[in-house]
């Protein structure tokens, strides 16, 4: 990418909410929104006299997460105070990790264009998330006061930091892609980005190509989509390269994304940040982890995203193309391997089915990658509440295999499906679409149709091809779609030739 | 190394501490003997000895995932300077 002046130089933090029932050090539950104030204890309050106990939830999806992210896990952590004052935390401390985090030293291969490249995972840590501040006083920039909200007080988190491996927004994207997708089918968070419970952080530098020194860093905050995180990054490499471009110097500080204004707004400079004094908390004895302990967690693991990939290519033949897709939700990937179960193709890794299983899971990938995920966009909705069950898509699939209706026929009863989640056989019973594969009743159609129209048939006999298409159209006109397209196509030829 | 006035007037800052000219000087010169008793410590040898991060023989004190009873949002808020809607209200900071 030498057609930017710059390399580019990024990092990302991510901070995941863990979906344990109760938070980190206390027993107030960790349901997303409730009324003001009402998820809230003593504890996660930072009232005098309270002690935090660990809930043991969190320790093991932290260590799940690090063991998925290929990191080493820790035989000795602990938690730290990190200190400042900010109104959304009650303590004036964060309960966080500083210098024994639980996993460390992992890494992740992206994908870009084909080609595989590492990204370094520097740490993963566990600590608590901060309350909600909601501006009153009309607009944020005329507020008088906040009003505390403390109800995500508490609530779980890991943040993962990656090494500064990445130079490419493109690259930046599909680290926090892999990086959700692997979380997602970890089940230790629901990843859920408009709730905020996957959030993302960056640091931006930029050198001259060639040197060795990094350049000064921003650290980028508040980008809450993947559209976000594009837009801010080409804003904010923009406005550092202009700086730098202008002889200027770069200042180290933390800046937000501003997505109503479309830029990036300094929060506070390098010496007013950073200083948060970390020390041990008393609060909380260190954790030892033993062998046995990872070794449990490990044996939780389920398949990987990429592993998935790889089996859904070498088990049913599926394009690698449809296979990334397929595999970069959890929920897109169970419901096609439910699928292949329904289809009677499901095999177990290393296993390879045969060119009719191969068919088979294609038009399952099909239909998914096509109608089925349109559908579901189009009506803001996931796999896992798709109202046309993986069971119920391999029965339409059977009706169109076995010739009782048309790939045409198909479309229709898929709609309705969609719709009403009634079960095909049904819809096609009810709606009269089975398909017409009576010879003896096609012809009498075919005939007709040629019969009505000598000057197409004129112009058939004069090598127009589009002939034959007009009248496969009339035929399926009168039959309402339902005639078998192979018969038609039989019939109307042998016809033709009689005239 | 001593600690210098600039350095407690960054502590204070942090700490959000307001200190006086005179306060300043007291400080640096007490925190100085604080740190300056602290420090024979460092007379210690400590090669072979692991860094304490905590005094109690505890370890892996956990509890299980289980949701228990919040408080009443009128009890959350009931020693709240200010509050509004169940709200706390605090001064705005950005
Ligand atoms: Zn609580």
Redesign the pocket.
């Known amino acids: 990418m030498r057609d930017f002046d710059f390399e580019i130089v990024m990092g990302l933090e991510v901070h995941a909410e863990l979906h344990t029932k109760s ?1 980190i050090f ?3 539950t960790t349901e997303f929104g409730g009324e003001q104030n009402t998820h ?2 003593p ?3 930072g009232l005098p006299g309270v002690l935090p106990v660990l809930n043991e939830k969190v320790a093991d999806y932290a260590m799940k997460a690090g063991l998925a992210l290929n990191c080493k896990i820790a035989s000795f952590s602990k938690f730290d105070r990190k200190n400042y004052f900010y109104p959304d935390l009650p303590k004036a401390y964060q309960i966080s990790q500083f210098d024994l985090p639980i996993a460390s030293g992992g890494y992740i291969d992206i994908e870009i264009e084909g080609k595989k490249k590492r990204i370094g995972i520097t740490r993963v840590h566990m600590e608590e998330d901060a309350g909600k501040l909601v501006h009153g006083g009309g607009s944020l920039a005329y507020a008088g006061y906040s009003l505390a909200d403390y109800n995500r007080t ?1 609530v779980p988190l890991i943040e993962i930091v990656s090494e500064p491996d990445i130079r490419s927004i493109e690259e930046a994207i599909a680290y926090l892609d892999l990086l959700k997708a692997i979380l997602e089918y970890t089940e230790v968070s629901d990843c859920k980005m408009e709730q905020g419970s996957l959030r993302c952080d960056a640091n931006v530098s930029l050198r001259p190509w060639g040197q060795k020194e990094l350049g000064t860093k921003t650290e980028l905050k508040n980008m809450n989509s993947f559209k976000a995180l594009q837009k801010a990054l080409e804003y904010e490499i923009e406005r550092q390269a202009e700086v730098l471009r202008e002889g200027g110097k770069i200042i180290q500080e933390t800046r937000m994304w501003d997505e109503n204004k479309g830029e990036t707004i300094s929060l506070r400079s390098k010496e007013e940040a950073h200083d948060y004094r970390y020390f041990p908390d008393p609060d909380l004895p260190p954790i030892i982890i033993s062998e046995e302990w990872v070794e449990r967690i490990r044996q939780t693991l389920p398949e990987l995203p990429q592993a998935r990939q790889i089996r859904l290519v070498e088990s049913y033949g599926l394009p690698s193309y449809d296979a990334s897709v397929i595999t970069g939700s959890k929920a897109m990937a169970d419901y096609f391997d439910q699928a292949c179960s329904a289809y009677g193709i499901a095999l177990p890794a290393g296993q390879s089915t045969d060119d009719k299983g191969k068919e088979r899971a294609k038009q399952i990938s099909n239909y998914m990658m096509g109608e089925l995920s349109r559908r579901l966009n189009a009506s803001d909705q996931g796999y896992q509440d798709s109202p046309i069950t993986p069971e119920n898509l391999v029965e339409l699939l059977t009706l169109i295999e076995g010739g009782t209706i048309s790939g045409k026929i198909a479309k229709t009863v898929f709609d309705e499906m969609f719709e009403s989640g009634k079960k095909p056989k049904q819809i096609v019973e009810e709606k009269g679409l089975v398909q017409i594969s009576d010879e003896g009743a096609i012809a009498a159609v075919v005939s007709e149709v040629v019969a009505k129209n000598p000057q197409v048939v004129a112009d058939f006999k004069a090598g127009k091809d589009k002939a034959v298409g007009f009248f496969v159209g009339q035929v399926m006109k009168a039959t309402r779609g339902k005639a078998n397209p192979g018969l038609v196509n039989k019939l109307l030829m042998e016809e033709l030739k009689k005239q | 190394m001593a600690l210098t006035k600039e350095e407690v007037q960054h502590v204070a800052k942090l700490a959000r501490l307001e200190l006086s000219e005179d306060e300043v000087d007291k400080y640096t010169v007490q925190l100085n003997a604080i740190l300056e008793y602290a420090r024979k410590l460092e007379a210690l040898d400590t090669t072979n000895v692991p860094p304490t991060a905590h005094a109690f023989p505890l370890q892996n004190v956990m509890r299980e995932d289980k949701v228990t009873a ?1 408080m009443a949002q009128e009890k959350v808020v009931s020693n709240a300077p200010d509050e509004e809607d169940g709200f706390f209200k605090v001064p705005r900071i950005v």
């Open positions: 938070k206390c027993g107030c809230v204890c504890v996660c309050l508490g | 919040s």
